[in-house]
T-cell receptor
Framework: DSGVTQTPKHLITATGQRVTLRCSPR?????VYWYQQSLDQGLQFLIH???????AKGNILERFSAQQFPDLHSELNLSSLELGDSALYFC????????????FGAGSRLTVL | QQQVKQSPQSLIVQKGGISIINCAYE??????FPWYQQFPGKGPALLIA?????SEKKEGRFTISFNKSAKQFSLHIMDSQPGDSATYFC???????????FGAGTTVTVRA
């Protein structure tokens, strides 16, 4: 157990729907990162939050949004889902703002039918 | 575009053999190069990392070799064991940056 908790582990939904993925970072970690892992794109950085503030955006679609709450847990919202959004979504956390030591959760596998 | 290129895509090695995975990067501003290990159903886990001021770092059976002039780095797994069967990702970033750029991954299979 890495200490980073992600729910749900698996999610199956239909095109056009909206889902929310949840992440609880490791105790004491202030930074949360979201990554998408797909067969064709590999691990792609989506977005980074530090202590509730958005710090950086990567290859995140406009249909996707995220936030980090005062208790430091984070949610990734995916809307108007398309077949191509099917992927593993990982949350990672770290103590500071640098990406040098990331602890990843086990991921949420999203299947869009 | 992919900032870190990783090869091979997969490799099979006999128990006790050496596994070698190579990565190349373009951005000379990168100053942190970690390797992550991922088992099926799990998230990537940090295995070993190197800064460009050293040419080699060893932790147990895992060694990173770094060639700054060639902008290449590699992971050597010595005395490979079946438990090493996993997908390995190289990555690069600036220590001050927020994100890691990952290679495409290498699936290593160690045959007993």
């Amino acid at each position: 157990d890495s200490g980073v908790t992600q729910t749900p582990k698996h999610l199956i939904t239909a095109t056009g729907q909206r889902v929310t993925l949840r992440c609880s970072p490791r105790s004491g970690d202030l930074s949360v990162y979201w990554y998408q892992q797909s067969l064709d794109q590999g691990l792609q950085f989506l977005i980074h939050y530090y202590n509730g503030e958005e710090r950086a955006k990567g290859n995140i679609l406009e249909r996707f949004s995220a936030q980090q709450f005062p208790d430091l847990h984070s949610e990734l919202n995916l809307s108007s889902l398309e077949l191509g959004d099917s992927a593993l979504y990982f949350c990672a956390s770290s103590r500071s703002t640098g990406a040098n030591v990331l602890t990843f959760g086990a991921g949420s596998r999203l299947t869009v039918l | 575009q992919q900032q870190v290129k990783q090869s091979p895509q997969s490799l099979i090695v006999q128990k006790g053999g050496i596994s070698i995975i190579n990565c190349a990067y373009e951005n000379t501003a990168f100053d942190y190069f970690p390797w992550y290990q991922q088992f099926p159903g799990k998230g990537p886990a940090l295995l070993i990392a190197i800064r460009p001021d050293v040419s080699e770092k060893k932790e147990g059976r895992f060694t990173i070799s770094f060639n700054k002039s060639a902008k290449q780095f590699s992971l050597h797994i010595m005395d490979s064991q079946p438990g090493d069967s996993a997908t390995y990702f190289c990555a690069a970033s600036m220590l001050s940056d927020y994100k890691l750029s990952f290679g495409a991954g290498t699936t290593v299979t160690v045959r007993a």
